[in-house]
């Protein structure tokens, strides 16, 4: 991954001009980057999430199929090319994720971090600090702490989620809560 994609900026949402072709290893790049939108600094938070898979998974790619055999040298043009179009698309298969992370019981909290930082629409990527702030990184004191408060509401303890509680909790085990806001 090219973390030099994006300069130091003065503003969150202050957009980059590039003067020359990105460097680095394609299929890392976001779409923005590719195409002839402006980007941001959030092109590093794609790579970073990348980069997160890779390591949790012992050097697997987001935007790969897991269900390929693995490409001969040969053929790496068209896998590069498939990792491009899955990203334009959209299209990650985290099954390497699941199948890494499954006993360690801490799939849901890094595949939702993950899939919110390689999302193909930057705007809807997280900032550094909810990257940062994200369940995936609270201590087990917190996370208990959390589930503790969220347990004693009275729509979760009749088994009735509704309101601002159905909102704010999906079915994860960690019950990740507040729309991706988890200060």
């Keep these: 991954a090219d973390f030099g994609l994006s300069k130091p900026v003065k503003s969150k949402d202050a957009t980059v001009n590039y003067t020359h072709t990105p460097n680095g290893a394609g299929g890392w790049w976001p779409a923005e980057v590719r195409g002839d939108e402006r980007a941001t600094a959030k092109v590093d938070i794609f790579m970073l999430g990348i980069c997160i898979f890779y390591t949790l998974t012992d050097g697997k790619h987001p935007f790969d199929d897991s269900r390929k055999a693995a490409v001969s040298s040969q053929s790496q043009r068209y896998k590069l090319n498939l990792r491009n179009v899955n990203i334009d698309e959209g299209k990650t298969d985290f099954r390497p994720l699941q199948s890494t992370l499954t006993a360690g019981g801490e799939f ?76």
């Design 108 to 183: 849901d909290e890094a595949c939702d971090l993950v899939q919110r930082m390689v999302h193909n629409d930057a705007m809807k990527r997280p900032t550094m600090d909810q990257v940062l702030d994200h369940p995936y990184f609270w201590p087990l004191s917190k996370r208990y702490e959390f589930i503790c408060l969220v347990g004693n509401q009275s729509e979760i303890k009749s088994g009735r989620k509704s309101g601002a509680v159905k909102k704010e909790l999906p079915s994860s085990r960690l019950l990740l809560a507040c729309g991706g806001d988890w200060s």
